[in-house]
């Protein structure tokens, strides 16, 4: 089939997925154009039957904002007629849907060769943040009804999905999922000893946008209450607005020293290899990537039960899931998890089993093509 992806190039789970499923399909002889106002940093070297669409957006004085909205849905158009998709499929509804739909109307009123179906993938915040706010849930809720197909990454997403929008189509739930041969743990003791300088310390470590949902202050805290039980070192991976809120707590606790910030990180593989413990108390997560990435990497995970995460991870039996305001909880399950090295080599591969019995690509990529042939013939018999 004749793929177009229309994603973030952001360091984000959405933007991962997209560029993933992207080369996946590339690799299983799809015809793959991905588009987006950058790069996507996942997209590496050049593969076949993969191409990148730069979307442009050019400012104008009378502009307050870049209209990107109305590029990409351009940009669309354009890819659609030249390379003659079959699919367009948006990950992240705002404002990727609109511009879906938008084009797809060009191309019905242009008849401008045919006029491919448009998919919606639905990642969280697009829902649950952002969705739901009163700024954008008209156009939100118009657009993914108006999608030719809808997934979305969790069961959790799905009924919040229902719950927020009031959406009546129907919504197939395709999770998240990982290139197995290449996201596991790696031989990076170097990086232990470069980072910490301290060959046999515990290490957690965090990695997310640092954004308000992610409660990367929680974070900290919850690392001091396990410091102060077993002595540790925290990595925090990313960057976003709350980064220096998380350092400045870190110092108020008196465990700056302790607390590494490494910044924002294309490669996250290495770092996971070298520590312990992985935390995600997040406020919401519809599916929780990162905690995924980090089970692939036989790290334990430490995480709030919400949104999606209760569908990755069993409560002490492939990591630990508590209330998100419950940090004594968490601190208590990661320090167990350090001190007694039983309990932590049978979670980690309790972990790595899940990943690679339900989360890899061979598994999740041809439900996204089974998908794909089935609205492609659903739109045929429409259009009939
Ligand atoms: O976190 C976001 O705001 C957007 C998105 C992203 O691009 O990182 O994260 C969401 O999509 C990921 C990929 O499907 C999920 O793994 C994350 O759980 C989800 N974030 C939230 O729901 C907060």
Known sequence: MRIGIVCYASVGGSGIIATELG??????????????????????????????????TPSYPLFREPQYLLSLANKIVQVARSERLDIVHAHYAIPHATAG???????????????????????????????????????????????????????SLKRDTYRELGITKDIRVIPNFLDCSTHRRVDAEWVRQRVIGDPAGKVLVHVSNFRPVKRVAAVVDVFARVDRLVPAHLLMVGDGPDRDLAARYAAELGVADRVHFLGEQDEVRSLLSIADVFLLPSAQESFGLAALEAMACEVPVV?????????????????????????????????????????????????????????????????????YEEVLKASKRAAV
């Open 23 to 56: 080369k996946t399909l590339a690799a299983r002889s799809h015809d793959v154009h991905i588009l987006s106002s950058d790069m996507p940093f996942r997209l590496g070297e050049y593969q076949p039957g993969l191409t990148f669409h730069r979307v442009d």
């Open 101 to 155: 739909y938008l084009a797809r109307q060009i191309l019905v009123a242009t008849r401008g060769g045919p006029v491919p179906s448009i998919i919606t993938t639905l990642h969280g915040t697009d829902i649950t943040l952002l969705g739901s706010d009163r700024s954008y849930t008209e156009t939100v809720a118009f657009c993914i009804e108006q999608s030719d197909g809808v997934t979305a990454v969790s069961e």
């Open 303 to 371: 995480a709030s039960n919400v949104g999606g995460l209760p569908e990755v991870i069993e409560h002490g039996v492939n990591g630990f899931l508590h209330p998100p305001a419950e940090h004594g909880a968490m601190a208590r399950s990661a320090a167990e998890l350090l001190a007694d090295r039983a309990l932590h080599r049978r979670v980690a591969a309790a972990a790595l089993e899940t990943v690679q019995v339900r989360f890899c690509d061979g598994k999740i990529v041809p439900l996204y093509e089974d998908y």
